[in-house]
């Protein structure tokens, strides 16, 4: 019937319901106990004016005007979750203007693990503001007030938005809707927000969120803009799991790394020299010593070559690797030299490039490996900056493989095999893992024939079904120049941290015009593979400091062993087991300072030293030590060469554990 529509739902069976009918009214039919736990829909085609696409989620009060597949997504759905923590966002911005009505708006996105609202407001928000929006969001919340969507003509939502001076709104619709749309807004009370959802049904639907920080951003990531407020919170489907939440952000706070680098004098960011360059301190510099040494051996044990690459090159160079015209907004401005002018290289490819075309290759040298611990530098805005973990100098463990299309799956298998290898070796159990794609309708921001593309990700999707690896498609993440493969490590307390990627390029060897001989006798052009699997040096190394709150492994911690006499007639025992220990290549210190014994125990167990190693004259005569080993509340006496051997075991075997 032409008023009437066929929805097939989940579990494959179909009903016909009257056209315009409501998700939530479908909802209703089928069970009042699922209409009241509905938050959202997601269908397979809708055709209304909105533009819904193939899987788009839904209101749950748009009318539906085609066939399609219907869900009804509760809080069993991961995908709710993330309209649950939008629709919060716009909780908060009716606090905000309920209470400072004064407050301009920005935008308010969900996040991986809450949402945040940018607001410009001359008055700086404080803490106690923070408490009164809370409280205001709570009262809302108990006004069960809908998520309403209207339409409007564009030029209308454009003059209500100048009216009230809401600058930001006015560049959204400006930037994403045309002339003659008809653009979507959502009233919840008296805020008005330009968004094209979706939303739950209403604010009573929100049952635990917490505002958590406020936090500056720059109006559309520019300096040269207003600086604007972000007041950053999350929210949960129960109390527990927002407590669980709370709990976590405690702990990460105590493994905060910018601290903890403090604490143990790991590195620092030096005012005078600049934001977002990083200084490694000594014991820092000894830790990234055993990361690169070991990376470096790893290199040569699976193949590759070692390269190094000079830091500034040509202008001419970039504008043949496509990076001025893709990539310039991250790269540092240009140097004017006596021939040319420069640019700091903010990738280390186009070097390896070069050295592979230095010399002609046949088939037979394929493939070839070229791996480069090399300092890069690029242009972080100020906001984005962190510690270790975005930065403007770093130094990445990168590689870039050159091999027939032959070879390909079995360099990829390589360098996932490469990647699982280094999570395990550093104390990394549990990873995710994305496949990254482009968006053919989106040909502006790729490079390449659709053909390629489809190439390079049906070899990596192979490659990963073959190793059963579990894998997430994210379409249109790719790079501009290939698919990627993106291992995310989880750390201690279950934070994804993207480090390890891997990376198919089709585009580089077509510019640069690389070749090599094939069997025929013809010149063909190889394909190349980009790989980091550190991700950078940088942002490993804080990675560590927070997965491990500082207590590293005994092979990478600075100081492995400290040596603590009781008085001084017992320094020298003390120097004689410390001597026996630096022969094996054990870093250990002795303190024999004239301060209370309790108090230097105290000061290296804050150091978080794996070893303290008490000597007097029990410990002297017996030719033991008194160990006290990090974590353990009881101490024990053991013979000193025992010891010795313990830890000469612990260091070559690179244990991630004392056990």
């Known amino acids: 019937m032409a008023d009437s529509i066929q929805i097939k739902f989940p579990d494959g069976s179909e009903n016909e319901f009257p056209r315009g009918t409501t998700a939530l009214q479908v909802a209703k039919s089928i069970s009042p106990r699922l209409a009241d736990a509905a938050l959202v829909a997601k269908v397979s085609s809708n055709g209304d004016k909105s533009g819904d696409s193939t899987g788009a989620l839904i209101d749950?009060?748009?009318?539906?005007?085609?066939?399609?597949?219907?869900?009804?997504?509760?809080?069993?759905?991961?995908?709710?979750?993330?309209?649950?923590?939008?629709?919060?966002?716009?909780?908060?911005?009716?606090?905000?203007?309920?209470?400072?009505?004064?407050?301009?708006?920005?935008?308010?996105?969900?996040t991986e693990t809450g949402f945040f609202y940018d607001f410009y407001r001359p008055t700086p928000f404080t803490p106690e503001d923070l408490?009164?929006?809370?409280?205001?969001?709570?009262?809302?919340?108990?006004?069960?007030?809908?998520?309403a969507r209207e339409f409007l003509p564009r030029d209308q939502g454009l003059a209500e938005f100048k009216k009230e001076g809401d600058f930001?709104?006015?560049?959204?619709?400006?930037?994403?809707?045309?002339?003659?749309?008809?653009?979507s807004?959502?009233?919840?009370?008296?805020?008005?927000?330009?968004?094209?959802?979706?939303?739950?049904?209403?604010?009573?639907?929100?049952?635990?969120?917490?505002?958590?920080?406020?936090?500056?951003?720059?109006?559309?990531?520019d300096e040269k803009n207003p600086q604007l407020q972000r007041i950053y919170g999350t929210s949960f489907f129960s109390k527990k799991d927002l407590e669980d939440y709370l709990k976590q952000v405690e702990e990460t706070k105590k493994r905060d790394h910018r601290v903890l680098g403090k604490q143990l004098d790991l590195f620092s960011i030096q005012e005078l020299a600049g934001p977002g360059l990083i200084f490694w301190h000594p014991k820092g510099g000894i830790i990234r010593k055993e990361m690169e040494d070991w990376m470096r051996e790893q290199y040569l044990k699976r193949?590759?070559?070692?390269?190094?690459t000079p830091h500034v090159m040509r202008r001419q160079l970039w504008q043949t690797s496509g990076h001025e015209g893709y990539y310039s907004q991250n790269m540092f401005d240009a140097m004017e030299l006596d021939d040319a002018e420069y640019r700091l290289k903010p990738m280390n490819c186009p070097g390896h490039i070069l050295i592979y075309k230095d010399s002609l290759k046949s088939y037979r040298d394929l493939p070839v490996r070229l791996g480069e611990l090399g300092t890069v530098y690029r242009y972080e805005r100020s906001g984005v900056m962190h510690g270790l973990l975005r930065v403007r100098g770093f130094t990445q463990d990168d590689s870039h493989i050159f091999c027939t299309p032959e070879q390909i799956e079995a360099e990829i298998a390589g360098c996932l095999d490469f990647a699982f290898d280094v999570l395990k070796h550093f104390g990394f159990d549990q990873y995710q893992t994305e496949l990254s794609t482009w968006n053919p309708e989106d040909r502006k921001n790729f490079v390449g024939r659709e053909e390629q593309w489809n190439h390079a990700t049906e070899s990596l999707e192979k490659v990963m079904k073959e190793k059963k690896i579990e894998y997430k498609t994210i379409p249109g993440e790719a790079a501009f120049y290939g698919p990627k493969i993106d291992i995310k490590l989880v750390d201690a307390i279950g934070r994804p941290w993207q480090l390890s990627t891997i990376q198919f390029d089709f585009n580089l060897p077509q510019r640069f015009g690389l070749e090599y001989v094939a069997e025929d006798g013809s010149r063909?052009?190889?394909?190349?593979?980009?790989?980091?699997?550190?991700?950078?040096?940088?942002?490993?190394?804080?990675?560590?400091?927070?997965?491990?709150?500082?207590?590293?492994?005994?092979?990478?911690?600075?100081?492995?062993?400290?040596?603590?006499?009781?008085?001084?007639?017992?320094?020298?025992?003390?120097?004689k087991i410390a001597d026996q220990l630096k022969a094996i290549g054990v870093r250990v210190e002795v303190d024999a300072r004239n301060e209370k014994m309790n108090a230097k125990i105290r000061e290296h167990a804050l150091q978080k030293v794996p070893f303290l190693l008490v000597v007097g004259d029990k410990e002297a005569e017996a030719g033991k030590v008194n160990v006290r080993t990090r974590g353990k509340e009881k101490t024990e006496d053991i013979p000193a060469a025992e010891f010795v051997d313990k830890i000469r075991r612990l260091i070559a075997e690179k244990k991630a554990t004392l056990d």
């Open 303 to 308: 193949g590759y070559s070692m390269v190094y």
């Open 60 to 110: 749950l009060t748009r009318p539906l005007e085609k066939d399609t597949d219907l869900r009804i997504l509760t809080e069993k759905d991961p995908e709710a979750l993330h309209v649950y923590r939008h629709s919060s966002a716009h909780l908060l911005a009716a606090a905000v203007l309920e209470l400072f009505p004064e407050t301009k708006l920005g935008h308010g996105p969900a």
């Open 524 to 575: 063909k052009q190889p394909v190349m593979v980009h790989r980091a699997l550190y991700g950078s040096v940088e942002r490993f190394f804080g990675v560590l400091i927070e997965h491990y709150a500082g207590a590293f492994p005994v092979w990478l911690s600075p100081v492995q062993v400290v040596m603590i006499p009781i008085s001084e007639r017992h320094a020298e025992y003390a120097r």
């Open 185 to 221: 807004i959502y009233r919840t009370g008296k805020f008005v927000d330009f968004c094209r959802g979706p939303h739950i049904p209403s604010t009573g639907k929100i049952k635990a969120f917490k505002l958590l920080n406020i936090a500056g951003a720059y109006w559309l990531g």
């Open 168 to 183: 930001m709104k006015c560049h959204f619709i400006e930037q994403f809707t045309k002339p003659d749309e008809m653009i």
């Open 131 to 147: 408490e009164k929006i809370e409280k205001k969001m709570q009262e809302l919340v108990a006004q069960n007030i809908p998520y």
